[in-house]
């Protein structure tokens, strides 16, 4: 049995907040993947499976958090108006529950501010000090080039490919692996 992540009730990020999603939250998260979903398609397998406000309403309900809860997924909600901007997650916790791994999806008109810079800071540090994680790890695709920016600025190095590793919208891709130790984000 895996071990419980310890869930945050809300993480500060700059101008960002981070908390878990709401069941309310349904309408903005559709309207956040409508926007985004040309680019989330190329990443995520999930993105055409969810076609309306009961796909989103479904999703969060799974999500919400829960004492045995193995996977953690946070809303990003952008300045004093809270506006539903993207989601952050840790999934995949080894059974000492020390391990995950991080990922991070900001809405496509949203992109390029760094939102999901600071979003992954916010949860990234609540992992290593208060969640008792040793390392986050993150997959990309190798056409991902904003992704690979991203975690090269946080911090993770690069540890190897999966060659075919996961099946999107049809064919095979390869994932580069990304990983980061608590010792190397204290620096």
């Not at 760094?114 to 390392?135: D, N, V």
Request: net charge positive.
């Amino acid at each position: 049995m895996t071990a419980a992540f310890v869930i945050p009730k809300a993480l500060q990020g700059g101008k960002l907040r981070l908390r878990p999603l709401k069941e309310k939250d349904a309408p903005a998260l559709l309207e956040a993947i409508e926007v985004s979903r040309p680019v989330l398609r190329r990443r995520l397998r999930w993105v055409d499976s969810v076609q309306g406000i009961e796909d989103c309403k479904a999703f969060i309900l799974r999500s919400l958090p829960a004492a045995e809860m193995n996977e953690v997924v946070l809303g990003i909600f952008e300045g004093r108006a809270g506006r539903l901007i993207g989601v952050a997650a840790l999934q995949n916790p080894a059974e000492d529950g020390a391990v995950a791994e991080f990922s991070v999806w900001v809405r496509a008109d949203r992109r390029r501010r760094g939102h999901a810079f600071e979003a992954a800071k916010a949860l990234i540090t609540h992992c290593f000090r208060k969640a008792g994680l040793r390392r986050l790890y993150a997959r990309l695709e190798p056409a991902n080039r904003e992704g690979r920016k991203l975690v090269r600025k946080l911090g993770f190095r690069y540890e190897g490919r999966l060659r075919r590793e996961k099946r999107l919208n049809g064919r095979w891709v390869d994932q580069e692996c990304w990983g980061i130790l608590r010792e190397e984000w204290r620096k």
